[in-house]
């Protein structure tokens, strides 16, 4: 209820109960003030050192406050500690406190250093006076005469797991302070003197009602949370709905603080709107920091804030309220001169009038609230100065009089009348209002004086004048205000599409944006032309070597839009560090901090969290240029932010999940082909492997034999020794030819093969490639067709021969003994065609494109065997992966095709090179006969149902 009822030794008390109960209890700050039995509470609990702060001084202790005296070095509640100490309770005193200047947390209040210590999974015993609540801090202030500036937002104060009052007696407080348990010294005898106000005993027992009230408000709410969660009778219909008009006045804070207890007192949702109207839509800086002002007020008691446009405040609050069910308006009592309101309505009479079923509640304001003032121009005509527009509404009218009097002979004075009034309407269209208003009176003033007889003078000679001089003014000042207000109301569209095709704008560029750059780049670029502030966009990284899905650890500057760039944020300089730590700050506990804000208000800039379905993904900070001292966003600029860092979260996810995907997709078949690679040399290096030591073995140990009868005994003759001699080095060849083929693919999938390009014919390249399949081909049936007009390749002849050899090893291995094929060739307009075919089982239909992957084995290398008597083992799958390379590098294509009458044949074009070369004579026709030439080594193949 007030100082001095005893919470902090109730607090020692709970915490020394718990405590002998074996819970881990640590003192994080507790203000004894001098008070013998609350110092011994603290024997036996353990306490956190305080943060030492020197500070120039601070404000002296008074009656009705619990602050110490002034002096230079401040101890304050350290944070960091009491979070590492992480005990099972942490004792906190005074939850309203002030942090000094400059302390370690940098959070202005103490209560949000409780917040720090809740969201670390710290539990806080800590301690609060009814009179430091926000909600009812005017209510204190009007029943004590003291106004505390230091208060607790009342959801802090409703997320409380439990309340325990702390009651007592008004009397009984009396006997304490007169006893001097309360305050020692001056302040005892100040807090007993009749004359001090606060603790007299109708304060007292005002301030102990409004503590039992909010305290069984509280237990109210948690007996429904109670019923709700167990289900012990229904819940209740849509609560009611209360609406505060909030305006740029001072008396707003009491406006919202009232209807928040009437809120509280209901059980009702609050709503806190202000309306823009013409008339209000050029707030001054000091009208507009105070409307930011009320509003963050209004939030930070639990309420929304909306803001609303049109030409009559009444009807757009009504038509609100009624569209959101509102049955209940607070507004504040205005001190208007009741002549203003007869000429220019009141808000009050209005809202009445159209309220219907509504309740309207008026609530008085303060005495001396000042009434909002406009800043001159709207944003429309800011670069054009007052006395600029009046200068040119002078030149016109000087103008106009000047064509008047030349043809005043025979102009009626009707018609000059009707010439005045077209430059008002023009002033009121091109100028706005108040030069429009300025033209009107200075139009009659030169109508008179030059016009009107007698001439060149103000007199009147004819009554009627006046009328006509009223008139002419009356329909001036009407039409400057009509004009005036369609101007303003089309800027005001003009506006509003802007800020509408900017963030449609937004949306499309993000939408392409293909990666995390992209984004940043977008949303700092139209932050910049949004809002004309410097603005930056930083992105979470994570640690080092982790998965995409690890903690992130800090922040990357990921894009940047300003006239200064990055450097106020990313520079060298102490308030760059500063502000990198803001962001941080802002990341890390996901809330606004920085300018503008409850945390952290002494930045430069104002960061808010990027935040995803799925966590955090950066920050988006923005700097305001001061402009007529004030460096801070209004309320629609504030929600243009929202509505951007919304935006960016959402495409900053969507990237960031693309790109893990294409990640985790390279992964997996960076893994797939990694198996698929030990697999086939673990497979295909074992056979010959094993063929070798069989051979290498047998031999062994015939040497070891010493006579003819034992090498006979063992088997090991003459033929036999050479057969096997003869296996050693094939199998060798082969696996050198395996090992050839692993590095000879790598080498074309990193684009490192030079080719050595020189002429030479189909003839010899074709030849090559068979000289190694001699023996093979002349047990089956084989054709070549190479007509003796071919031209002549530019080729790499050591690389082309390998191709004729794969695909010829892949029709050997994959088809059965006896199975013809062949070689043909033949000229397209502007490439040599080369076509090796078979007879075999041929490929699947969705083979012909496979069979060029790496490692992929066809169906037939797993179906050949029973039917393929003659063939080798499988291969790696390499082969034609090899012969697409080399086909490719040397500007070729190379495809798979089923072969008539069956089987399947593989062909490769390669391009003709202009001029050609002669040719030396030729010794006979290649065509029909069996071609054979000697061939380096080459390594093997295979293919898909013959496979690759």
């Not at 709970?14 to 004894?32: C, H, L, N, P, S």
């Not at 900053?652 to 086939?680: G, N, P, T, Y």
Request: proline share 5%; net charge neutral; with cysteine.
């Amino acid at each position: 209820m007030c100082p001095g009822v005893g919470k902090t030794y109730a607090m020692l008390a709970a915490a020394q109960r718990m405590a002998a109960q074996g819970v881990d209890v640590a003192v994080g700050v507790v203000e004894t003030h001098g008070r013998a039995e609350t110092e011994q509470m603290l024997l036996g609990l353990d306490i956190i050192p305080r943060v030492k702060i020197e500070y120039g001084g601070a404000a002296a202790g008074g009656v009705g406050s619990e602050s110490g005296p002034a002096r230079a070095t401040l101890h304050e509640f350290d944070v960091d500690a009491a979070i590492r100490r992480r005990p099972d309770i942490l004792l906190v005193d005074e939850l309203a406190h002030s942090n000094a200047p400059g302390s370690p947390s940098g959070r202005v209040k103490r209560w949000q250093d409780v917040e720090a210590c809740l969201s670390a999974g710290v539990n806080v015993y800590t301690t609060l006076n009814v009179q430091h609540l926000e909600s009812i801090n005017d209510v204190v202030a009007q029943i004590t005469g003291v106004r505390v500036s230091e208060t607790v937002p009342d959801r802090v104060f409703d997320e409380a797991d439990e309340i325990e009052l702390v009651d007592l007696p008004p009397d009984a407080l009396h006997e304490r302070l007169k006893a001097g348990k309360v305050y020692l010294g001056e302040n005892a005898l100040r807090a007993v003197d009749p004359s001090d106000g606060f603790f007299r005993k109708g304060n007292l027992l005002a301030l102990r009602e409004l503590a039992l009230r909010r305290t069984a408000a509280w237990v109210d709410s948690d007996l429904r949370r109670y019923k709700q969660d167990r289900g012990i009778r229904a819940v209740w219909a849509a609560g009611e709905r209360i609406v505060v008009a909030v305006s740029p006045s001072p008396m707003s804070g009491k406006l919202i603080r009232a209807a928040k207890r009437m809120a509280a007192g209901l059980h009702a949702d609050l709503i806190a709107v202000y309306v823009e109207t013409p008339r209000t839509a050029r707030l001054s800086a000091q009208d507009r920091e105070r409307l930011d002002a009320n509003l963050r007020l209004a939030e930070s008691l639990g309420a929304t804030t909306q803001t609303l446009a049109g030409e009559n405040a009444a009807r757009e609050l009504i038509a609100f309220a009624r569209s959101r069910n509102v049955g209940k308006i607070v507004v504040g009592k205005t001190e208007r001169p009741r002549w203003k309101e007869v000429l220019f309505g009141s808000f009050i009479d209005n809202l009445i009038r159209e309220s219907g079923d509504i309740d309207v509640y008026v609530v008085r304001g303060d005495e001396a609230a000042p009434p909002a003032r406009p800043a001159g121009p709207g944003p429309a005509d800011a670069d054009a100065p007052d006395w600029w527009r009046h200068a040119a509404v002078l030149a016109v009218l000087a103008c106009v009089t000047t064509a008047g009097l030349a043809a005043f002979s025979g102009l009626e004075l009707a018609n000059i009348v009707m010439i005045y009034l077209a430059v008002v309407v023009m002033a009121a269209l091109w100028l706005g209002r108040g030069p429009a208003v300025f033209a009107a009176v200075i139009a009659v003033a030169a109508f008179d004086f030059f016009f009107v007889p007698p001439r060149w003078t103000f007199a009147v000679s004819d009554v009627q004048y006046l009328l006509t001089f009223a008139v002419m003014l009356g329909v001036g000042l009407l039409v400057a205000t009509l004009a005036g207000r369609a101007r303003e109301q089309t800027l005001r569209a003009w506006s509003r599409e802007r800020a509408a095709a900017a963030q449609q704008a937004l949306s499309r560029e993000l939408a392409a944006a293909s990666d995390v750059r992209a984004v940043a780049a977008t949303v700092a670029r139209h932050t910049h032309d949004l809002l004309h502030a410097d603005a930056v966009v930083c992105t979470a990284t994570a640690p080092a070597g982790t998965s995409p899905s690890a903690r992130p650890k800090g922040l990357d500057v990921a894009a940047a839009a300003g006239q200064h760039g990055p450097d106020w944020y990313s520079g060298q300089a102490e308030d760059a560090a500063r502000e990198r730590g803001v962001a941080q700050w802002a990341f890390d506990h996901g809330s606004a901090a920085g300018r503008g804000t409850s945390t952290l208000p002494s930045a430069q800039g104002r960061y808010l969290p990027l935040v995803g379905s799925r966590g955090r993904v950066g920050v988006l900070g923005v700097r305001a240029r001061a402009k007529s001292g004030v460096d801070t966003f209004d309320v629609a600029q504030l929600s243009t932010l929202d509505s951007i860092a919304s935006q960016a979260a959402s495409a900053l996810e969507r990237v960031m999940l693309a790109e893990a995907e294409q990640s985790a997709r390279i992964h997996a078949e960076r893994e797939r082909l990694r198996s698929s690679l030990l697999s086939s040399v673990s497979h295909d290096l074992r056979t010959p492997l094993a063929s070798i030591t069989g051979a290498a073995s047998a031999l062994q140990q015939a040497d070891a034999s010493r006579t003819a009868a034992e090498l006979e005994r063992v088997g090991i003759d003459g033929p036999t020794r050479t057969a096997l001699l003869r296996t050693i080095v094939d199998e060798s060849s082969r696996l050198n030819d395996i090992i050839a083929n692993l590095v000879f693919a790598t080498r074309l999938e990193s684009g490192s093969v030079d080719l050595r390009r020189e002429w030479t014919t189909v003839e010899e390249i074709v030849g090559a490639g068979l000289a190694r399949h001699r023996d093979a081909l002349a047990a089956r049936p084989f054709k070549v067709h190479l007509p003796s007009d071919l031209p002549m390749l530019r080729v790499d002849n050591a690389m082309l021969p390998q191709v004729v050899h794969n695909l010829v090893e892949n029709a050997l291995r994959y088809t059965a003994a006896g199975t013809a094929l062949g070689v043909s060739a033949w000229t397209s307009e502007t490439s040599v065609v080369v076509k090796v075919w078979d007879e075999g089982a041929g490929l699947a239909d969705d083979e012909e494109s496979k069979v060029f992957e790496r490692f992929y084995r066809g169906r037939a290398s797993k179906t050949a065997a029973p039917h393929v008597a003659a063939a080798t083992s499988t291969g790696m799958g390499l082969g034609l992966t090899i012969c697409e390379g080399i086909i490719r590098a040397h500007g070729g294509r190379i495809w798979a095709e089923p072969n008539t009458p069956r089987g399947v044949a593989f062909l490769f074009s390669l391009p003709i090179d202009r001029p050609q070369p002669a040719l030396p004579a030729a010794e006979g026709s290649a065509e029909g006969q069996d071609v054979s030439a000697p061939a380096p080594a080459s390594g093997g193949g295979r293919r898909g149902a013959g496979g690759s």
